[in-house]
T-cell receptor, first 113, second 111 residues
């Protein structure tokens, strides 16, 4: 069984650019959640996708958007990057939308200069 | 969601029990207590959750006070591999997979 994988591992962008981060969910999981973790802070919920539809969103602006594909992999897109977007972006998958146990990937470290 | 308060850091000797406290005095009746941990350079890992009864699994035990205003996560025999940041989160089942983590407790297990 393959766990949650994310790509790329690290990424450096400049202010104003756009970025796409990718996540492959654990086998059999149809729900993917994205989190942002700033340095020294706990992860903050961005949004969740369940069967290709957005299923809840945290307190993040519309320039944070996502997609989920038929194979349940997912993308996180961030437009008009700001310095404060520098963070570790975590993807988590779960068997169903309401299931407690989430399995997290190792994250993508985004640095915005 | 109710807020939680945890100590910033704790130390524990290897082989001893690690008891990590969490205060959640504003918890609502339908809110669960969830514990995750995050080992350095990894994503968070689910540990355990509970509503009002004590819970135990292969990783840990969760003790929730009768008034549900606080809880304790117990790692019965801590090892060096248990060194991590431990997060206590309170949330209802509808948002069980849409959690917002606090800053947690950094547990350092030493020889």
């Amino acid at each position: 069984e393959t766990g949650v994988t994310q790509s790329p591992t690290h990424l450096i962008k400049t202010r104003g650019q756009q970025v796409t981060l990718r996540c492959s969910s654990q086998s059999g999981h149809n729900t993917v959640s994205w989190y942002q973790q700033a340095l020294g802070q706990g992860p903050q919920f961005i949004f969740q996708y369940y069967r290709e539809e957005e299923n809840g969103r945290g307190n993040f602006p519309p320039r944070f958007s996502g997609l989920q594909f038929p194979n349940y992999s997912s993308e996180l897109n961030v437009n008009a990057l700001e310095l404060d977007d520098s963070a570790l972006y975590l993807c988590a998958s779960s068997l169903l939308a309401g299931v407690v146990e989430q399995f997290f990937g190792p994250g993508t470290r985004l640095t915005v200069l | 969601d109710a807020k939680t308060t945890q100590p910033t850091s704790m130390d524990c000797a290897e082989g001893r029990a690690a008891n990590l406290p969490c205060n959640h005095s504003t918890i609502s009746g339908n809110e669960y207590v969830y514990w995750y941990r995050q080992i350095h350079s990894q994503g968070p890992q689910y540990i355990i959750h509970g509503l009002k009864n004590n819970e135990t699994n292969e990783m840990a035990s969760l003790i929730i006070t009768e008034d549900r205003k606080s809880s304790t996560l117990i790692l019965p025999h801590a090892t060096l591999r248990d060194t991590a940041v431990y997060y206590c989160i309170v949330s209802d089942t509808g948002t069980a997979s849409k959690l917002t983590f606090g800053t947690g407790t950094r547990l350092q297990v030493t020889l």
